[in-house]
């Protein structure tokens, strides 16, 4: 699985968009991109995944750039309850199912 | 629906002793996977579990073990214990054993070995 590149932290003002950004220089072309969070003392749970293009569901949307060499996961309107550590992760649809975290962003929505 | 179930939620062990950590996983699902999770790291893969075979290992020493049962429930057993085995114990859940299946996780069991 290709590796990722994520902010350590971010801060988000509550009721406002959060952005949050993933690279994957050197992402495969048979490769997703997959979000998870992880709210404090909870599992992760997922958010949303895509190949190269945009995608939106109840929770977020995502954005694939063209090179899909990164990608921007985006919150429309984030409340306390986001505050939590956002994982990228980049993976194959046809391996094994086991998920490769790295360290993630700490999501922190301020009221 | 229950979702992922693991038990205990909390768990202390001292150093040497053994500890088993159980998972129940969604009804209908038949893969469970076992993650660790040390304080301020992101989870890392142990085993996946289908239809009671192992499926993958990560880069754990063979103290740890895992087993599925014929209703898919799941035990993660880690033997000697060490103070860096402590640390938030995941267990995920799907229908199937590649990627293009959703994992699900439960709420964790928390080991502090002392």
């Known amino acids: 699985d290709a590796k990722t590149t994520q902010p350590t932290s971010m801060d988000c003002a509550e009721g406002r968009a959060a952005n949050l950004p993933c690279n994957h220089s050197t992402i495969s072309g048979n490769e997703y991109v997959y979000w998870y969070r992880q709210i404090h003392s909870q599992g992760p749970q997922y958010i949303i995944h895509g190949l190269k293009n945009n995608e939106t569901n109840e929770m977020a949307s995502l954005i694939i750039t063209e090179d899909r060499k990164s990608s921007t996961l985006i919150l429309p309107h984030a409340t306390l309850r986001d505050t939590a550590v956002y994982y990228c992760?980049?993976?194959?649809?046809?391996?094994?199912?086991?998920?490769?975290f790295g360290t993630g962003t700490r999501l922190t929505v301020i009221p | 629906d229950a979702g992922v179930t693991q038990s205990p939620t909390h768990l202390i062990k001292t150093r040497g002793q053994q500890v088993t950590l159980r998972c129940s996983p969604i009804s209908g699902h038949k893969s469970v996977s076992w993650y660790q999770q040390v304080l301020g790291q992101g989870p890392q893969f142990i085993f996946q579990?289908?239809?009671?075979?192992?499926?993958g290992r990560g880069n754990f020493p063979d103290r740890f073990s895992a087993r599925q049962f014929p209703n898919y429930s799941s035990e993660l057993n880690v033997n000697a214990l060490l103070l860096g085995d402590s640390a938030l114990y995941l267990c995920a859940s799907s229908l199937g054993p590649v990627s293009s299946y959703e994992q699900y996780f439960g709420p964790g069991t928390r080991l502090t070995v002392t």
């Open positions: 579990y289908y239809e009671k075979e192992e499926r």
């Open positions: 992760i980049v993976r194959v649809r046809t391996g094994a199912n086991n998920l490769f």
